[in-house]
């Protein structure tokens, strides 16, 4: 009788094991959606593997976005090298990809047509120029119905070293990893901004090639690392049309610390 219990102990041991382990997946095409992956790999202490296109792209800005809007509009996906893991040993996978006209680049299109990842959690992150998270996440929801795609993490390239800490927070908060981190507080309530948090904004955003609106109301907080700002931001729109997004603005408690823009959700 007490082999049969330690062998079902034995069992269950290794049941929870399997079901704990941790696959992070991911495309790079210059190397910054990489660097997130493997510092996700080094605090998960997870297996990781590369998403690898049969015909690369050029790693040139120009001719990768003319390249990904004729596959998206041809409704054409790359073809993608196998994968090397075994996605059915795995029961969370991240999902790592750079954001290509507001959405996953196109090999994840590829991946997903490909892999129902029925049953698994997925677990989106990504590197953008302004934002893309939200809409990323919300197209994997549909690519991937039988999957459990949850809350994920994205970051500008622009501020890519802010990563590793904010990894480690967003782990710690969704319970991927062991640790304890500051509440954040909510922010205040939306009210007109005024002369001095318009110069804050344009501080974080008058350098990025496109123009991001004009800040309409700004709620705030403060945290034990500074201020973050969340401004409602009225633009012309990609159609001409006016547009509302969210801009997230943080400003450092060091001296001589400057505004940043992390996200904006549209």
Do not use: H
Not at 64 to 74: A, H, I, L, V, Y
Not at 140 to 145: I, R, S, T, V
Not at 171 to 176: D, I, P, Q, W
């Amino acid at each position: 009788m007490r082999k049969l219990l330690s062998l079902f102990a034995v069992m269950a041991f290794f049941t929870t094991c399997c079901a704990q382990k941790t696959l992070v997946l991911y495309y790079s095409e210059t190397g910054t959606t990489k660097a997130v992956a493997e510092e996700l790999q080094k605090q998960l202490n997870a297996d990781i593997e590369v998403i690898e296109p049969v015909e690369p792209y050029s790693g040139d800005f120009q001719k990768t976005m003319q390249r990904g809007q004729r596959e998206m509009q041809s409704g054409e996906t790359p073809a993608i090298k196998p994968l090397k893991k075994n996605i059915g040993n795995y029961n969370v996978i991240f999902l790592g990809y750079p954001i290509w006209f507001g959405t996953y680049a196109m090999p994840i299109a590829t991946l997903v047509k490909e892999n129902d990842f029925a049953g698994k959690t997925i677990v989106p992150f990504c590197t953008f120029g302004s934002g893309g998270l939200n809409t990323s996440s919300d197209a994997l929801k549909k690519a991937l119905p039988k999957a459990k795609v949850v809350t994920g993490y994205g970051v500008r390239t622009a501020r890519v070293v802010a990563a590793a800490k904010e990894l480690d927070r967003f782990l710690k908060v969704n319970g991927y990893k062991k640790g304890s981190v500051e509440k954040l507080p909510d922010y205040s309530e939306q009210k007109p901004v005024t002369e001095e948090e318009k110069a804050i904004f344009d501080a974080a955003c008058s350098s990025y090639q496109f123009s991001l609106g004009t800040p309409q109301t700004v709620g705030k907080r403060a945290t034990s690392d500074g201020t973050d700002y969340k401004y409602t931001v009225k633009s012309g729109g990609m159609n001409g049309q006016a547009s509302t997004s969210i801009i997230y603005v943080t400003v450092g408690k060091a001296e001589g610390a400057k505004p940043e823009f992390t996200e904006v959700v549209r």
